[in-house]
């Protein structure tokens, strides 16, 4: 489907056109020096020692979730609101997914439900090996606190920052992995900055980096002192676990690097349409999103609520007639546990309540660099028009 005005896009410009062409033309294609530079252009940015590009964000996860050594037996809980990739991550594991629910103000992880989970499966001995927040729509997850309950309940910390490079908690940039183990980025287009297909996990933890990097190439080490025997000559190299092919091409890479440039204005300018939205939206029946005091978000996605008890019908009403007006909304997400393939594992509707109300008010209105202010008024009138009484 494509729409007058998305609710996402890509920006590519030609300094992007002529970095891909460069790789083109030289003598490496997939993971090169051009995966190096932009591994490293990204852990400097956001302040992290080691990061593993991917060929996508659900890859990286894939890793980060081997790396902490889970597996058959464990449980992983991540939120109910989030892309199915946040939980399919822990299933390819072997391990059991569980859901905690949400904020309805900020829509990232219920810091109470989450405690009192947490409380509960104590006294059951199912407490979860890894917790993934989602920095929902590119803010973070009250993170200090989430890795105080880790220090108390011994799990460790993925954190989904698929939304969020660029945005920043407590004035450490996100990804910083201060209060968790690993982060992950997908460069997915419509995220923050794209390689067309990709995702990176950064960790400062040496240890983890270099399980997800022998992972990431089928778990193949050409380096002696990770090898069982001894080298028959130069081109012996060994498997030594069972791993993927989850590489970056050094053409991804390369679109990737220069694109981190342009990180900070992306997100400068996501802000400046999101605080515009505010008047733009001015007066409607509607919540807009709340951002917490700790938090620079990087507004991957601008998520209103309808009116509290707002029906279902009148709900899709809203969202065709602005599809029909040619704005590319969009819902973000269907609760995860309500999917089919979830729901054959036997979880049921009203499972998380404030996710279940939040997917029925919830619609992702456009935000991206180049959405102009005339697109961004057009928005705000016709929502207007909608909702008039
Ligand atoms: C986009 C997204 C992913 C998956 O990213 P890919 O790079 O497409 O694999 C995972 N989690 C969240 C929250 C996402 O939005």
Not at 227 to 241: A, C, N, R, T, V
Request: glycine letters at 8%; charged letters at 15%.
């Amino acid at each position: 489907m494509s729409f007058h005005i998305p609710y996402g896009r890509q920006d590519i410009d030609n300094e992007d056109i002529q970095a891909v062409i460069n790789v083109l033309k030289s003598d490496f294609l997939t993971q090169g020096p051009a995966v190096n530079a932009f591994e490293a252009a990204i852990s400097s940015y956001v302040g992290v020692k080691y990061a593993v590009a991917c060929n996508s964000a659900t890859s990286a996860l894939h890793l980060a979730c081997l790396a902490l050594g889970v597996g058959p037996g464990d449980i992983v809980w991540t939120s109910a609101i989030t892309f199915v990739a946040s939980s399919n991550c822990a299933l390819y594991c072997g391990a059991e997914v569980d859901f905690v629910d949400i904020n309805l103000a900020t829509y990232n992880i219920s810091l109470e439900a989450l405690t009192e989970k947490l409380i509960i499966a104590k006294s059951s001995g199912n407490l979860p090996k890894v917790l993934i927040p989602v920095h929902m729509a590119g803010q973070s997850a009250d993170m200090r606190a989430i890795y105080a309950l880790s220090q108390e309940y011994g799990f460790k910390i993925i954190e989904d920052a698929s939304h969020a490079i660029g945005g920043s908690y407590e004035n450490s940039s996100i990804g910083s992995c201060k209060f968790s183990d690993i982060a992950v980025f997908s460069f997915h287009p419509v995220k923050i900055i794209t390689t067309g297909e990709g995702g990176m996990a950064v960790t400062n933890n040496g240890i983890l980096a270099d399980k997800m990097n022998l992972l990431r190439s089928h778990g193949i080490t050409r380096d002696p002192a990770q090898m069982q025997s001894k080298s028959d000559g130069p081109w012996y190299y060994e498997q030594i676990e069972l791993g993927f092919n989850y590489r970056m091409t050094d053409i991804q890479a390369a679109l990737g690097m220069s694109q981190s440039k342009k990180i900070g204005g992306y997100v400068l300018r996501r802000n400046e349409l999101a605080e515009r939205y505010k008047s733009v939206l001015r007066g409607l029946p509607i919540t807009l999103p709340t951002l917490l005091e700790s938090n620079y978000s990087a507004f991957h996605l601008f998520i209103i609520l309808l009116t509290d008890g707002i029906t279902k019908s009148r709900h899709l009403e809203v969202f065709s007639q602005l599809r029909e007006a040619g704005i590319g909304v969009n819902i973000h997400y269907i609760p995860v546990y309500l999917q089919p393939y979830y729901q054959k594992k036997g979880f049921k509707k009203g499972y998380c309540p404030n996710a279940e109300e939040y997917y029925s008010r919830a619609v992702s209105l456009p935000i991206f660099p180049n959405l102009s202010i005339d697109q961004q008024d057009f928005v705000g009138s016709k929502l207007g028009e909608i909702l008039k009484p």
